[in-house]
């Protein structure tokens, strides 16, 4: 599997499964020391979410990721939200270089 | 001459273990685990907060896990118990499979499955992570 556009490759079958109001999916792997393709953080906006425990929600967008998982992705960061809990803020991930 | 080496070896592995276990956090020593599932599936029954994280709370291997122990800190959360899982790279593969989640750290409390560092930290933005150690009866009084 080709490494490249990885984040823009993530967003496409995020958005297929969830249909978002927001997303944005964040190659986070220059703060860590496994790769280019390593870490990824994605906000995740979208009433497919409601009713569906902070737990379920990230299963969720794990298993939809599974190929990526499968191929070299060490980390995925998620914040799944429904559009009413949104605030807009995109959390800061820890940093985690040189560990 | 093997046993000088092996005795140096032991007096070495027993002023590591000193340092495993701390004020607030015991260490659960999986370095010589022969049924890992049924190990895993024990100590999950029997903790009342159960941290699996990279490193140990004293010298955490990773943000993310660094950011769990924490937040267990911040919200008094005392005497958990630990794993390392650099430690045993078979109880960190069995783990993720016995949790279906497929990252590090995953924090059980009370034998359910809580979560990873996202969703300590969306819940503590959110105001309801103390409602949680609360509810499980896992917050220290001192």
Known sequence: MIMRFL?????????????????????????HDKGENSHFKILIVSDAFKNKSLVQRHREVNSSLKEFWDNGVHSISVHAKTLEENTGRIPKSPYCKNK | MLARSLWK??????????HKSGPGFVYIDTTNVFNPIGFIDEIVNKSKVLLFMKGTPESPQCGFSNYAVQALNYYNVKNYSYVNIL?????????KKYSDWPTYPQLYLNKEFIGGCDILSDMHKNGTLKDLFEKHGVVSKD
């Open chain 1, 7 to 31: 984040s823009k490759r993530i967003e496409e079958v995020l958005r297929v499964k969830f249909t978002p109001e927001v997303l944005e999916v964040v190659n986070e792997s220059q703060l």
């Open chain 2, 9 to 18: 070896a032991t007096l070495r592995r027993f002023s590591e273990e000193s």
């Open chain 2, 87 to 95: 430690e045993n790279p078979t109880i960190r593969e069995e783990v």
